[in-house]
């Protein structure tokens, strides 16, 4: 069977129960969706999949035959970075960095989510569009963990790219 990952073609014929995660990291070499819990409940190892986020500890690859899934490496470069990347930096939206690659895949679902008018939790009006605020932030990134502590600074920067706040 083949996926996309990044814009490439890749084949997997190994293991059926091999996760998304360990395919990518392992056999793949993309290092940047790192392995947390491995049970989908740190968000470290978000991916965006057709464009949805999902955490690819719980997913096996065999189940992306003709998908199209985005790492941290597909987002951007050091030389063309996103605009999540540069505003994560610009708000220092990281101490460790190990949750960094999770958060902006994320981040890049969520906005989508928004973009698509799709409700949360604590979306007030189902009828109407959905409005970014912080709590509406916070219900949408919430699974995604930072142990260092630095969700302020998170935000902050998803506020930016999505043309709620500024600098």
């Given amino acids: 069977m083949e996926l996309t990952i990044n814009g490439e073609r890749r084949a997997f014929n190994g293991d059926p129960r091999r996760t998304l995660l360990d395919f990518l990291r392992l056999d793949c070499g993309l290092t940047g969706t790192k392995k ?21 500890c719980l997913s096996l690859t065999l189940m ?11 987002v951007g470069t050091p030389d063309a970075p996103d605009p999540l990347q540069t505003a994560f930096v ?24 928004i973009a698509a008018g799709w409700a949360s939790a604590v979306t007030r009006d189902l009828e109407g569009e959905v409005v970014l605020t912080r709590e509406e932030l916070a219900e ?7 142990r ?19 600098p």
């Fill in 140 to 146: 949408r990134m919430s699974g995604n963990l930072c």
């Fill in 90 to 113: 610009r708000h220092d939206g990281y101490q460790c960095g190990y949750c960094t690659p999770g958060q902006i895949c994320s981040a890049k679902g969520m906005l989508a989510e």
């Fill in 64 to 74: 992306h035959e003709g998908d199209t899934i985005t790492t941290i490496e597909g």
């Fill in 36 to 56: 947390g819990c491995d049970h989908g409940q740190c968000g470290a190892c978000t991916v965006l999949v057709n464009g949805q986020r999902i955490n690819s």
């Fill in 148 to 166: 260092c502590g630095a969700y302020s600074n998170i935000v902050d920067a998803i506020l930016e790219v999505a043309g709620e706040a500024r």
